[in-house]
């Protein structure tokens, strides 16, 4: 196992409609979403973030992010220490992966140490060794019982995904998965980060996003397009999430 270094790392703030293009690194990024939401792509697969989630992008790997609120993240490179043996993916950060890009980023700041190098190596190694236990501890063959809940879960994340764009009652829906309401939430917060109504938010509007960019229509169909009955509630809520009014976003785009 090659010792760790730290190829890079720097402090991104992201703004909801500028995205950062699809590029590649020759080493391993762990990106750290300190704050705010968004999607990245990622080899071809679109992954969505929360705040206190964690990019693993592997070399070579072609990725982009789209921020949807404004953001704050800690982008790593590190080679060595088998990094390249961690999985691909966003995944849910515990307090001492939290503590470790801390203290990556306490080292950023002081510019002028003469150990600064080496102690970012150091914290990146032990970073990526924290990762690949938890993640390999979260890879082991679930119970029948486990296998259970992630099937209903992952039935209830394919039915919002094809059908957010129609008026959905996410008690019908826990019904129609022979589970409460109130197990549905929890569970899929605990899976994904979010409860099941955030995440159909999120959804629409990510998806009002690219009507916006890529149309002229107004904004009563945008609203429609997406799910929602009322354009005036579709404009309130797409300014308390993206930070801008649809029309702002549009002309940013544009």
């Known amino acids: 196992m090659a010792t760790a270094h730290c190829i890079f790392a720097a402090r991104i703030e992201g703004t909801p409609g500028k995205s950062c293009h699809l590029h590649r690194h020759s080493c391993t990024e762990l990106v750290w979403f300190k704050e705010g939401t968004g999607h990245c792509n990622q080899g071809g697969q679109r992954l969505s ?95 029948s019982k486990e296998s259970s809940q992630s099937d209903f879960i992952h039935k209830a994340q394919d039915i919002l995904d094809a059908n957010f764009d129609k008026p959905i009652n996410l008690k019908e829906l826990a019904s129609s998965l022979y589970v409460s309401s109130d197990h549905l939430r929890h569970t899929f917060k605990e899976r994904f980060g979010e409860s099941p109504i955030n995440y159909l938010i999120r959804r629409r509007l990510d998806a009002a996003c690219e009507i916006l960019t890529m149309t002229d229509l107004p904004m009563r169909l945008v609203a429609e397009k997406v799910g929602l009955d009322s354009p005036y509630y579709f404009s309130r809520l797409f300014r308390k999430r993206m930070g801008v009014t649809p029309s702002q976003y549009r002309q940013n785009m544009k």
């Open 49 to 143: 973030y929360n705040e206190g989630m964690v990019l693993v992008c592997q070399p070579d790997t072609y990725h982009d992010d789209h921020p949807h609120t404004p953001s704050v993240q800690l982008c790593v490179g590190v080679s060595g220490c088998d990094s390249e043996s961690l999985p691909q993916g966003v995944w849910p950060l515990h307090a001492v992966h939290r503590a470790l890009f801390k203290s990556i980023s306490e080292v950023m700041a002081d510019t002028e140490h003469d150990n600064r190098q080496d102690k970012l190596d150091l914290l990146s190694g032990l970073l990526v060794v924290e990762l690949k236990q938890t993640l390999q501890e979260g890879s082991k063959l679930p119970s």
